[in-house]
């Protein structure tokens, strides 16, 4: 036992499969062993838990089914024995028989059903699956937990019992499955549809969305309708669950596929039934949402079952999907919720269905508009909405972006009162008003009639949204992302810890603060509140610390948790302990706070070498062996790029981007992608980050080029400055271990050229501002140019530019010191060897001599922004901003109370702002500084 416990911990499932197989021989009559078994045969098929989409074993297939049968035989003779509690009325033994069956009956295009054999209907007495005790069936049901009441009393009335005739089973037969599927099917039916059967699943909400999820899935034409009569007969037994309307408009859906005519007229009926019920509940003056949203969804799952993108060709049925939006708004604008219940569903207009919607929207807007009043917030709440469906689906003309964020600015000014006597720990009503002009601002700032200055002005508004509503955390969320793009990482990184993320936070929100973060190596901040002088200064490294420890002790916690499921026989949550396991295990946002902590750790590495040297007046760079406690482990680096290169083709993207506003998360116009430091990272990112650092750090590794490294697009999550880095990682890796000494001065020129590159890019940015009116680069691409010398590797993407540069040389220098200091150290003193280091150092002075042309550029950047700061403190003109047009003027407020849009204001925010760039700038330039 202890043997299969250990096991479970590791998640090694054959071994113990095969251990608790051993323990059933030796007791046979102990029905725990066998569900022992059984578990890991779930688990080891393809499902969630283990995201496998390919074949199963068609001999663990048989296996599975034929210990199911022994369990079943089992359990009819523990049924025999008085003093011993039936077994099945157990819901996770009851699960366990259930869940074989489902995994018989899956059908996968991959399986050769040929080999799975001796499958047939299982054997049992009908008694096996009548519960004990039919007069307790709805006191067991009514004594549940209070969370699962309401739906137990809506399901209870619905039980065969207090139906006069039984239902029929829900058919799943088809002619394209084999024989066995079928049969499994059957089983899983029938014993959902026994009193047993049914007794649980209004006791369990779980076993009665397991049903439901399978019954669409599985059912044929005859199986629909009978599942379609069940859900119609819920609903009109008041059955308010949003569960049993999905489930009836994903049946409708999947019949009209199978059979037109039927499912026409299936159609027509539920959307009747919908419409019919509301109308009862709007005379009930009822203020559920769920048959007015209910006939939304019915009509976009005809348009695509899965909710994910509009079909070209659509049944005629859900031609009006825009006037069933608008019906939903007109009777439910007033709730803060109506624009994120028809989210899902505004993405699956046609282009003529959203004109038309936003006409009707428009008209309604102005005619209200003239009637609310300034101290009604169901007004606010519904005009609100109105302007974040129409920003979803359409936005305004290109040059009328700055004049909708006065327009919206003026309206939260109008409503700002509404929340005057509300505790600071309550949002403001109007907050919302505020941070659509916001978007309004950030989604033209790269157009031709944007500017940086967007970015400022967005910042400026979000600001003093916050002040005044602390706990909104969509604008500090926003903000987070606006400062990291101007390159204000003071700001952005008290912010990120003002969040006060934590545990299972991290997976899902620190990419907000930490994707991209070594392009802030440099700086190091004094977090907010904590000024006095014991304080110790946070970096980025410091923050990235902290979800790599939860990742390790939240794996060894879950293996802790499933085994004592195991022991106490809760075996439906083993199976979701082992899905969080694995979604953990390769969740993306691991794999990437892994590579930035990698970039991270070499960055330090290198300035404590360079530092240490000059202290010493050596010009060598230390080696491992000269630090006592050396930062950089090689072991635990060469794993860590080990298990992300390994893993980075089958990651899980956790990252939770609902938390920052935006009305189009699904476009590439939408802010969440606007704000961001470069492309969104996914799985491609990984694989060109690690490849880059392993082939020059570990490069004893070997590895496969990418499946898809040949297409068009495969660069497409990297910026610019990566896509450089990449191929630089290339040039010196093949120059390290050239064996035509030929080709070593076209490759030693290839490294030199990438610095170059770096100087154009930085002496672009060194302009005047006035020279770059027109093409808008924000301060974040200076640094990320920088960086990428540093580490060699540049995070530009898009327009991001500024702090990319600095980034690249960063990473640039860091390869190639490493490199040079690897190769010196462990090469023989062969003449090839001779020639490769000969040209190494010939190329590092050349990269020295880049880099003092980098140094003047850099300070040259830094003189005009002390010149600007100088003239901004010594006279009345107009604040500037970093790599901006001209600023954007703010809607002036008649009420002098508020100082909210005052010059003093405006320019206090932009110093600040322009004190903590040059910071953040500066402290990238003495990094530079060092290697001179």
């Not at 608790?20 to 688990?43: G, V």
Request: hydrophobic share 35%.
């Amino acid at each position: 036992m202890d043997t299969f416990l250990s096991l479970a911990g590791l998640g090694k499932l054959k071994d113990q499969q095969q251990i608790a197989l051993k323990l059933h021989k030796a007791f046979p009559n102990e029905t725990l062993y066998l569900n022992w078994a059984l578990l890991p045969m779930l688990l080891q098929a393809p499902n969630r838990c283990n995201g496998h989409a390919g074949t199963r074993s068609p001999i663990s297939v048989s296996i599975a089914h034929r210990c199911l049968q022994t369990l079943l035989d089992q359990c009819i003779k523990l049924n025999n024995q008085p003093s011993h509690p039936p077994e099945l009325e157990d819901p996770n033994n009851l699960w366990m028989v259930l869940k074989v069956l489902e995994m018989v009956g899956q059908s996968h295009p991959e399986d050769d059903h040929s080999k799975i054999l001796g499958i047939g209907k299982l054997k049992y007495p009908e008694s096996l699956f009548q519960p004990s005790s039919t007069s307790d069936q709805l006191d067991t049901a009514t004594a549940s937990s209070g969370a699962e009441a309401s739906t137990i009393s809506q399901l209870a009335s619905l039980s065969v019992e207090s139906s006069p005739v039984r239902a029929r089973l829900i058919e799943s037969r088809r002619p394209e499955n084999p024989e066995y599927i079928s049969l499994a099917r059957e089983d899983y039916f029938k014993i959902f549809d026994s009193s047993l059967g049914q007794m649980m699943r209004i006791k369990y909400l779980n076993l009665e969305l397991m049903w439901r999820q399978r019954a669409v899935e599985w059912a044929n034409p005859t199986g629909l309708k009978e599942l379609i009569a069940r859900m119609k007969q819920r609903l009109e037994s008041d059955d308010h669950n949003w569960s049993t309307m999905t489930t009836l408009n994903q049946s409708a859906s999947n019949l009209l596929r199978l059979e037109e005519e039927a499912g026409v007229n299936e159609y027509n009926l539920i959307d009747t039934l919908y419409l019919e019920l509301n109308v009862k509940q709007q005379a009930e003056k009822c203020s559920d949402r769920g048959y007015a949203l209910a006939r939304v969804d019915l009509r976009c799952r005809v348009r695509d079952p899965s909710l994910s993108e509009l079909k070209k060709d659509f049944h005629p049925l859900s031609d009006n999907l825009d006037k069933v939006v608008f019906a939903y708004y007109d009777q439910f604008g007033e709730k803060i919720c109506c624009f994120d219940d028809l989210v899902p569903y505004l993405k699956l207009l046609t282009a003529d269905e959203a004109n038309k919607l936003g006409a009707a929207l428009c008209q309604t807007s102005r005619s209200e508009s003239d009637q609310c009043s300034s101290s009604c917030e169901a007004s606010l709440r519904k005009q609100i909405n109105l302007e974040k469906i129409l920003r979803s689906i359409s936005l305004p003309p290109r040059d009328q972006h700055a004049a909708e964020a006065t327009r919206l600015m003026r309206s939260y000014f109008k409503y700002l009162p509404l929340g005057n006597d509300l505790p600071t720990t309550t949002l403001q009503p109007a907050d919302g008003m505020a941070i659509l002009a916001a978007q309004a601002l950030i989604e033209d700032w790269e157009g031709l009639n944007g500017s940086v200055a967007n970015l400022y002005a967005a910042i400026y508004i979000l600001e003093e949204c916050l002040a005044k509503s602390p706990a909104q955390y969509q604008a500090r969320s926003l903000l987070i992302r606006l400062h990291r793009l101007i390159g204000n990482l003071p700001r952005s990184l008290n912010l990120f810890v003002g969040f006060g993320i934590k545990h299972i936070q991290y997976d899902t929100l620190s990419h907000l603060g930490l994707d991209r973060s070594s392009i802030f190596f440099s700086h190091h901040f004094l977090p907010s509140g904590e000024e006095d002088e014991q304080s110790k200064p946070l970096r980025v490294l410091d923050l990235i610390e902290y979800p790599a420890s939860f990742y390790e002790y939240i794996e060894s916690d879950t293996s802790t948790w499933i085994n004592n499921c195991y022991m106490s026989g809760n075996y439906i949550k083993v199976e979701d302990l082992s899905f969080f396991k694995r979604q953990i295990n390769v969740s993306l946002q691991r794999k990437v706070l892994r590579m930035e902590r990698i970039r991270l750790l070499l960055f330090e590495k290198t300035r404590l070498s360079l530092s240490t040297s000059k202290k010493n007046g050596t010009t060598r760079m230390r080696s491992e062996s000269d630090d006592g406690t050396p930062i950089w482990d090689v072991d635990e680096v060469e794993m860590n790029l080990f298990e992300v290169l390994q893993d980075c083709q089958s990651t899980i993207d956790n990252r939770d981007f609902t938390v920052i506003p935006d009305c189009r998360s699904w476009s590439s116009s939408g802010t969440c992608h606007q704000t961001s430091l470069g492309p969104m990272l996914g799985n491609r990112w990984l694989w060109i980050l690690s490849t880059t650092y392993a082939r020059i750090i570990t490069p004893q590794l070997k590895f496969l080029d990418h499946p898809s490294l040949s297409q068009p697009d495969f660069f497409s999550e990297c910026s610019s400055f990566e896509v450089d880095l990449y191929q630089y990682s290339k040039t010196l890796s093949t120059l390290l271990g050239s064996a035509q000494p030929n080709l070593l001065d076209s490759q030693s020129q290839s490294l030199v050229d990438f610095f170059q590159r770096r100087n154009d890019e930085v002496e672009a940015l060194s302009k005047p501002s006035t020279d770059l009116s027109g093409r808008p680069v924000p301060p974040c691409q200076l640094l990320a140019i920088i960086h990428s010398v540093y580490e060699v590797r540049g995070s530009a993407s898009h327009s991001n530019v500024r702090v990319s540069l600095t980034s690249l040389v960063s990473q640039g220098l860091c390869l190639f010191e490493f490199a040079h200091e690897q190769y010196i150290c462990n090469s023989s003193p062969s003449k090839g060897n001779k020639v490769v280091n000969k040209t190494l150092k010939a190329t590092k002075t050349k990269i020295i001599s880049q880099l003092k042309t980098l140094d003047v550029l850099i300070q040259k950047i830094l003189d005009q922004m002390d010149g600007e700061f100088e003239e901004t403190n010594g006279s009345p003109t107009p604040a500037k901003c970093l790599f901006a047009s001209p600023q954007i003027q703010f809607p002036c407020r008649e009420d002098p109370s508020h100082d909210f849009g005052t010059d003093a204001r405006w320019k206090e925010s932009l110093l600040k702002i322009y004190q903590d760039q040059r910071g953040t700038l500066a402290g990238w330039h003495s990094l530079i500084k060092l290697f001179l």
